[in-house]
């Protein structure tokens, strides 16, 4: 694919809200962007911090001329406060990213190339990589090595091209998971008129907006496009509580999702151990998942139901035995992927922050599943 040799207007939105201890980073990334600031505007949209977000804005404002502050006292969501910064926007092409986010210098230009090959494109989505604040922090460095956020491989799509469209509206496609074609809004751009023909607005809800936006633009007749050479380096969560709140809100998103966009099914999805999926065609719409997480959990629950039968029954049973052994082997199938964690040592520690994500990531979704009533359970990881 060509690089593109024209430099339209555009603009950056970064929703914020007490974004002081990385916001300051975020702009000496923005400041070193290999793109003409008088082609660069720059919307931050303050959704009522409490910090010093807002005096960080403003002494980079004094810097620069071509940064705005929006602020937004009683922000709904981020989703809201994207949308406060949309009514602003002079630029043709409008790039998305957070207050936690470092783009790299070509994270412009890499963004733009598609979209002057093929006019179908509404939305283009680089990969999101770590950047390390604290060298001694446990959960950058899980989230560093399991590459929490990163893009490639998420849709089956490893290298630049086209995310697949949705083919029947299945949970898996619309639920913001491992399948479904959407960008995360850390790291995407939008053609102007994609976004006007989408309707113009984010959804208010607390979270699955990138997903629900995504999808919109794809039924407008849009391709998304994967370009992974456009770089954001995230700087994850530094405590384990706010990585497990991250996590129980894409669950709680999750089950909105499907009750919006996926068609009149309940899909059961086994990883066993490539996903596959038996779809019931039933007015309940929802996904469960069943994996090594799942199993564990059955097992166990079986394990203890046993063991009560046999003291009451004061009677032998190999169904002990054997639901102890399942316990053990998922759990074995589970924690796995911890063992080529670093360092080694800390090996309960990175089986420790995996059950605890994934336990968040379905208790979110279960939540979400009592408010917005489409069923949900989370896969296992």
Request: hydrophobic share 40%; glycine share 8%; net charge neutral.
């Amino acid at each position: 694919m060509e690089i593109a040799r024209r430099q339209p207007k555009v603009t950056i939105i970064i929703p914020v809200r007490n974004a002081e201890r990385t916001l300051d980073k975020t702009f000496e990334y923005l400041d070193a962007l290999d793109y003409p600031r008088s082609l660069l505007q720059i919307l931050i949209a303050d959704g009522g911090s409490s910090d010093g977000t807002i005096e960080v804005v403003q002494r980079w404002q004094i810097r620069r001329n071509n940064i705005l502050l929006v602020q937004i006292p009683n922000c709904a969501s981020p989703g809201h406060a994207r949308n406060e910064a949309l009514k602003h926007v002079s630029g043709e092409f409008v790039l998305f990213t957070d207050g936690d986010c470092a783009p790299q210098p070509d994270w412009i230009h890499e963004l733009l190339r598609p979209f002057f090959v093929d006019m179908s494109i509404g939305a283009v989505g680089g990969e999101v990589l770590t950047l390390r604040t604290d060298p001694e922090n446990e959960t950058e460095s899980y989230c560093e090595q399991v590459r929490f956020l990163s893009v490639a491989g998420r849709c089956g799509v490893w290298k630049e091209g086209y995310l697949p469209i949705p083919t029947d509206m299945a949970p898996h496609e619309v639920n913001g998971g491992d399948h479904s074609p959407f960008f995360a809004t850390a790291n995407v751009a939008f053609r102007r008129t994609a976004i006007d023909e989408a309707g113009g607005a984010f959804w208010h809800e607390p979270t699955g907006e990138d997903v629900d936006f995504s999808l919109r633009v794809q039924r407008k007749g849009y391709q998304l496009y994967f370009n992974p050479k456009a770089v954001v380096r995230h700087m994850h969560r530094v405590s384990l509580d706010s990585y497990l709140r991250q996590w129980y809100g894409y669950g709680f998103g999750h089950p909105l999702l499907i009750e919006k966009h996926a068609a009149d099914m309940l899909e059961v999805v086994v990883q066993v151990p490539r996903p596959v999926s038996l779809k019931l065609p039933l007015k309940t719409k929802g996904i469960v998942h069943l994996g090594a997480f799942q199993a564990m959990h059955i097992f166990l629950a079986a394990t203890f139901l046993t063991g009560m039968w046999r003291l009451v029954s004061a009677s032998a049973t190999p169904s002990l035995l054997l639901s102890l052994a399942l316990t053990g082997f998922s759990a074995l199938v589970y924690f796995a992927p911890c063992v080529k964690l670093q360092p080694r040592r800390k090996f309960l520690t990175w089986c420790k922050i995996r059950y605890l994500t994934n336990l968040a990531f379905v208790r979110g979704a279960i939540d979400g599943w009592r408010r917005f009533g489409a069923i949900c359970i989370e896969p296992s990881w």
